[in-house]
């Protein structure tokens, strides 16, 4: 995630650039970079930075979440984020340039797989963000051979049976004429290189499985199913290819107090009939401190009250969203003698239903506005 830039700038556009803008742009940069052109060393990490900018610029959905998240897609691309972005690299290739060409040379280098890992978090570490260590299993590129499966000081030879194409071909005749099929080469099944001298560490596979220990910083305000990119934390490349990329799918607990959306929490709090009558002052838990509420006189139940400002850190940009406070009026169950007998007087003073009867009728009053159109 760490120093991402920002998409926008990539493809060279405004934010407010047209999908028709972002196309030119894109395909000119997508010319510009393509590896099979441009042999600069970096020039494929500038590739798959145009493509991926261009992957959400040109989705009006995912860019808006870009506009608004940033760097996390809170999509939830489940098992599909490798795919998606290996899938996409053949494709644009076959776009521009019609057809596989070089890569189905076997010793062309292979871009390491994506990886998912599913993290679950606490309500208040989305909320507040986190840094952590992961584990997980990986295929790394083997450090002794450097991926290319040799013992050290000696190196792959090309096969001699398919001159290091990988493919043999063989030729049947029929009777309707010579056949040339193509396979793979049973020599060096298909990677057009002999090992004669394994890697002792890889054992000629130029890859090794690992439990690599990773830094995952998850940023404040982060929501369920978001995903955090981490580049080339997945699988090793092949023979010098780039590694792949770990994407990171946030799940978040539910807390037993608070519900979100968006950037906003919810509560409920109960309050008595009394307070509800009279007003008062309550203590409400907000997600970092306890603050004073005032609730006026004659509160009806289900009257929601917004504190400003109490919700969750917005993930781009400044600010944070706000804390909504539903109060819900809550019923005596077990009253003493005492009790009764000054609810009952109550309720003989308020007898005429003046009070209670103008609300009723307020709220009929106001339905049948509703029901009129005004
Ligand atoms: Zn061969
Ligand atoms: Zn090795």
Known sequence: MADKRDYYEI??????ASTEDIKKSYRKLARQYHPDVNKAADAEAKF???KEAYDVLSDDGKRSTYDRFGHVDPNQGMGGGGADFGGGFGDIFDMFFGGGGGRRDPNAPQRGNDLQYTMTVEFKEAVFGKETDITIPRTETCDTCHGNGAKPGTKPDTCSVCKGSGQQEVVQ??????MVNRRACTNCSGTGRIIKDKCGNCHGAGKVKRQRKIKVRIPAGVDDGAQIRMSGEGEGGLRGGPAGDLYIVIRVKAHEFFEREGDDIYCEVPLTFVQAALGDEIEIPTLTEKIKLKVP???QTGTYFRLKGKGVPRLRGYGQGDQHVKVTIVTPTSLTDDQKE???QFGGLSGDGSDGQEHHESIFERMKKAFRGD
């Open 48 to 50: 798959k930075e145009v």
């Open 297 to 299: 006189a004659g509160t």
């Open 11 to 16: 493809l060279g556009v405004g934010k407010d």
């Open 173 to 178: 005749n029929t009777p309707f004429g010579r």
């Open 342 to 344: 000054l609810l009952r």
